[in-house]
């Protein structure tokens, strides 16, 4: 049996979002990064019982880090990657609004 | 703002204070803003997280804190609205407060007692000695001059009673071993006074310089006599002044002749007396006050002043005290202190007692001309404020037992120093 998808990863709270959140209803979310726009409206819709007009995405590649390790008085450069991830800006219906400080929010 | 008043007892107040939220939201809107100042969240300058994100995490903080400063403000503003005034730091209980909600709590404090005065206008009674002196005290009072005066001749002939010794005191233990580092160079003792008398007395008679003798000596607190060796230097004998003119010239310019100088010496005696007559009035008429003011005294008010005492010997002696038993041992003294301080305090006000700037000026000027040479330093010392409020205290103080005296049924007593002397010989000889 296929394992349950979690679609909304974590809301995205910054400064700006909350900004956004106040003048215009758009929210912002962390999602599943194989998930289309339709799924997605159809999950916020279901989770905060709200009715969504416009779904943005976009994919926001992960950062490549590079670190030193100091291990056995050898010096050790090491590089990798951050996950790549999806953000969804959701706008909602006017009249609707989530309360993401309120709210359980899926993480 | 709602304030309940309650009397615990005669010095001990209780508060239920209630302020509704809508006086509270600008105190809790302003500790929002000052908490957000310093938070830092990823995603966010400093201070711009939205307020309903700050509270959901730290709302809980935030109303304590809330709570805290609006208490401190409101519980001011009660005592205010009361007209009261705590004498110790209030013990906060019962306090609740949520966001939307009033804040409420109880503060329990002590104030100064109240109590009522008795009716002493009309029935203070006090006894006054008034003490009649006579030639036997001239006589002690001249010996005792001629004794501090008195020139010292060395003696060849062996020491009697009464002479004086200048000796070294090497301290022995049971054995007759001298004990080391317990040994007083160079010490006077008189031949027969005290502890060098009776038994003692046969073993310093007849001491020429370089003489050596054993003595036993005992001490305080403890069973057994020590021995101590006296290595002899001098032999000195007194050489009391005669009472002559010169003698009297030097202490009395005032005086001519004998006659004179003990009449003079007699007026001093009387004023030391008159004086000391004066401290018991006071202190009889302190004791009818207190015998009868209803008054219980504040535990936090005996324990301030007992706690700056004792801050004064730490810092005087720099040693360890016993806090504990000094504590038990200053309590009656202290709530005798603070009683009649509080007591004063009502008779001065209820009589109108007070003192001017003229007056203290007045008694400076007074205590300046007697001061002779120093006067100099006598007027600095009267500059600071502080000495002044204690002039202007002790001049208070004067008015008042005056005052007190005058209301009061006063009975003289005569008291002759003669008696006073049996008793004290009484006393000696038990």
């Avoid at chain 2, 003595?215 to 004998?237: C, D, Y």
Wanted: with cysteine.
């Amino acid at each position: 049996m296929e394992k349950k998808r979690q679609i909304i990863i974590r809301p995205i709270m910054t400064e700006k979002m909350s900004r956004l959140e106040d003048t215009q209803r758009k929210f912002a979310f962390q999602v599943d990064s194989s998930i289309n726009k339709i799924e997605i409206k159809k999950a916020i819709e279901k989770k905060f019982n709200v009715k969504v007009s416009n779904v943005h995405t976009m994919n926001i590649k992960g950062k490549s880090k590079s670190m030193t390790i100091r291990s056995g008085g050898r010096v050790i450069r090491t590089s990798g990657r951050r996950a790549n991830w999806k953000k969804a800006i959701v706008t909602l219906q006017e009249g609707f609004k989530i309360d993401l400080y309120e709210s359980e929010v899926a993480r | 703002m709602n304030v309940v008043l309650k009397e615990i007892n005669s010095f001990t107040r209780e508060i239920i204070v209630e302020v509704p939220w809508e006086e509270l939201e600008t105190i809790f809107a302003q500790t929002v803003t000052r908490f957000s100042r310093n938070l830092s969240i990823p995603g966010f300058r400093k201070g711009k997280v939205p307020k309903r994100m700050i509270l959901q995490t730290f709302r809980a903080d935030l109303e304590t804190e809330c709570a805290e400063t609006a208490l401190e403000e409101y519980y001011q503003k009660a005592l205010r609205e009361e007209g009261i005034t705590p004498i110790n730091r209030a013990e906060i209980n019962n306090m609740e407060f949520q966001e939307g909600n009033p804040l409420k709590f109880k503060a329990t404090f002590e104030v100064e007692p109240y109590f009522k005065l008795p009716n002493y206008r009309r029935k203070l009674k006090v006894k006054k000695n008034s003490y009649i002196p006579d030639e036997e005290d001239v006589d002690n009072y001249i010996n005792d001059i001629r004794q501090q005066l008195a020139e010292l001749r060395t003696v060849e002939s062996g020491s009697k009673e009464g002479h004086l010794l200048l000796v070294d005191m090497q301290e022995m233990d049971n054995s007759g071993v001298p004990i080391i580092g317990r040994k007083v160079e160079d010490r006077y003792i008189k031949v027969g006074e005290g502890i060098f008398g009776g038994e003692n007395l046969n073993r310093l008679t007849g001491l020429k310089s370089g003489d050596r003798t054993f003595i036993n000596i005992q001490r305080q607190n403890e069973q057994n006599k020590v021995g101590f060796e006296l290595t002899v230097k001098n032999v000195h004998e007194e050489v009391l002044p005669e009472i002559d003119e010169k003698f009297i010239k030097n202490l009395d310019k005032n005086a001519s002749n004998v006659e004179e100088f003990r009449q003079n010496i007699l007026s001093v005696i009387q004023s030391r007396l008159d004086r000391k007559a004066n401290v018991l009035l006071h202190e009889t008429i302190i004791d009818y006050f207190l015998q009868n003011t209803n008054l219980e005294v504040p535990p936090s008010m005996i324990d301030t002043y007992i706690d700056g005492i004792i801050e004064d010997k730490k810092n005087q002696n720099g040693e360890k005290l016993d806090e504990e038993k000094l504590r038990e041992e200053l309590k009656s003294s202290t709530i005798r202190s603070i009683k009649w301080y509080l007591i004063r305090r009502v008779i001065i006000k209820e009589e109108n007692l007070s003192v001017s700037d003229e007056e203290v000026s007045e008694k400076v000027e007074g205590i300046l001309e007697k001061a002779g040479k120093e006067a100099k330093e006598a007027r600095r010392y009267y500059k600071k404020p502080s000495n002044r409020a204690r002039l202007r205290d002790d001049i208070l103080d004067e008015k008042l037992f005056n005052l007190l005296e005058s209301l009061a049924k006063v009975n003289e007593v005569k008291v002759y120093t003669k008696d006073l002397r049996k008793q004290r010989n009484m006393s000696l000889n038990l």
